[in-house]
């Protein structure tokens, strides 16, 4: 907060007559203080995206081209079924400036972690077009900016390659594109989580608290058109359920 003191003058007179300044501290003598206050313009948004899943097929738009998720009962079911990746959905997004907010709610029932990923496709730079992820899990929280991180096809050449010299090349090349914090979340139980990624800064919140924050030069990839769902599990019966799924194409907030 920026603060402006305004100080009142003593009766010291100059050259022997009283001081002009004491008339304008007279007037001021009741303030202690004038608080300035940044005005700040709340960043527009658009709907681009509302799910509730109410229906028994994905539909055209929402699908999984790794078949893992379904709808049942109202939500989406994720699981992963092929031993070396996890379950996928994908659906396209319309981003003009590349920020978006997501929000959905979703219950462990026995997966160890789910991604959201915002991605393009057409991206050489990157492998499979990965640019911005989060990957939860019951005990953690990474953010990855996956342009200018692990998913840098240098980056990950490096990591891929046997080499524990290279492999340690590539995590340090990585690290400041990684964020990870610690969660303590239970299965069987629903959680709200919202994704924001605004230029180059992306934060998580869960319940409504600040999880998790990442300030990485490739988050400001002016287009991912691409979101993606991926849940992970070492069998097929472990899942994670999805409800209320909205995306929100988002402005810059000015200050």
């Not at 907010?101 to 990923?117: D, K, M, P, T």
């Not at 499979?128 to 096809?153: C, S, W, Y």
């Amino acid at each position: 907060m920026n603060s402006l003191k305004l100080i009142r003058c003593d009766s010291s007179s100059i050259h022997g007559r009283p001081s002009p300044l004491n008339n304008i501290a007279t007037i001021f003598t009741s303030i202690a203080m004038v608080t300035l206050v940044p005005h700040t313009h709340a960043a527009e948004s658009k709907v681009i995206w509302v799910d509730s899943f109410e229906r028994r097929e994905l539909g055209p738009d929402l699908r999984s081209m790794i078949p893992d998720f379904r709808i049942e009962d109202g939500v989406l079911k994720g699981r992963q079924r092929k031993p070396d990746h996890g379950g996928s959905a994908h659906r396209p997004i319309q981003l003009p400036n590349g920020n978006v907010r997501i929000e959905l709610r979703f219950n462990f029932q026995g997966a160890r972690s789910f991604n959201l990923s915002c991605d393009d496709r057409s991206c050489q730079k990157v492998h499979a077009g990965h640019i911005a992820r989060i990957t939860v899990q019951p005990n953690r929280l990474t953010l990855f900016d996956d342009k200018e991180g692990v998913m840098r096809l240098d980056i990950r050449k490096l990591r891929k390659s046997g080499d524990p010299e290279k492999k340690a090349e590539g995590d340090r090349l990585s690290a400041d594109a990684t964020a990870r914090f610690p969660l303590s979340l239970q299965q069987d139980r629903w959680y709200q989580l919202r994704l924001e990624i605004v230029a180059d800064v992306m934060k998580v919140w869960i319940d409504g608290k600040l999880a998790g924050n990442l300030k990485s030069a490739g988050l400001k990839h002016p287009t991912k058109p691409d979101l993606r769902i991926g849940v992970w599990g070492s069998h097929p019966s472990h899942e994670v359920h999805f409800d209320d799924l909205r995306v929100h194409s988002i402005g810059n907030t000015v200050p």
